[in-house]
């Protein structure tokens, strides 16, 4: 009788502790890194935003060594990333581009949709500063994803004049909240 008695004390006592069965444990392992060398599409991309950056906003990108991990949804965890960041004249380390790549488009397309929800509302609305705007779009199998903070940069008119670009680069997959 003690030993039932002890265990269902130990039940009880977990389960006050916030302990749910039920729930998909998080993802396991380690998480992907920048790339030291970029894969094909990815350095395509690179080289095509790059050009449209140059031409529009008169502002480049350049590789991100430091790395770069935004809040994002568990569809991107382990997706292959690339990050390079826009060379803005004032304030150099403000602007990230993130690239994500999936095994085809459709892929790419359900783990766009779940990242517009997951910047739409929740997490996201913790995670980053409440004037943060979004882009996210879709190139084929791939993702570009950027998120910019007007009051937290020095360098408002270039980072606007880029983030804009960046936003007009690709497909746009809707945030809406």
């Known amino acids: 009788m003690k030993g039932a008695v002890a265990a ?3 039940v009880v006592a977990l389960a006050g502790c916030g302990l749910n069965v039920t729930e998909t444990p998080p993802p396991s392992g380690p998480l992907p ?7 094909p ?9 790059d050009d449209a950056l140059r031409s529009e906003a008169a502002v480049s990108l350049d590789d991100a060594p430091e790395g770069y991990r935004p809040a994002q949804p568990p569809a991107f965890v382990y997706a292959p990333r690339a990050v390079v960041k826009v060379r803005l004249p004032n304030d150099p380390n403000r602007l990230y581009v993130v690239f994500y790549a999936f095994a085809d488009p459709a ?4 783990a766009g949709h779940e990242a517009a929800r997951f910047y739409a509302g929740g997490p996201a609305l ?4 409440a004037d943060t705007q979004f882009v ?10 950027s998120a910019w903070s007007p009051a937290s940069t020095s360098d408002r008119v270039a980072a606007q004049a ?3 670009v960046i936003r007009d680069f ?8």
């Open 107 to 110: 892929s790419a397309s359900t």
């Open 136 to 145: 996210l779009g879709q190139l084929g199998d791939l993702l570009i994803f």
């Open 126 to 129: 913790v995670q980053f500063p």
């Open 162 to 164: 880029a983030f804009d």
């Open 8 to 10: 269902l004390v130990a």
């Open 170 to 177: 690709a497909p746009a997959i809707p945030i809406v909240p």
């Open 33 to 39: 890194t920048n790339q030291a060398s970029l894969m």
């Open 41 to 49: 599409a990815f350095a395509r991309l690179r080289a095509s935003l």
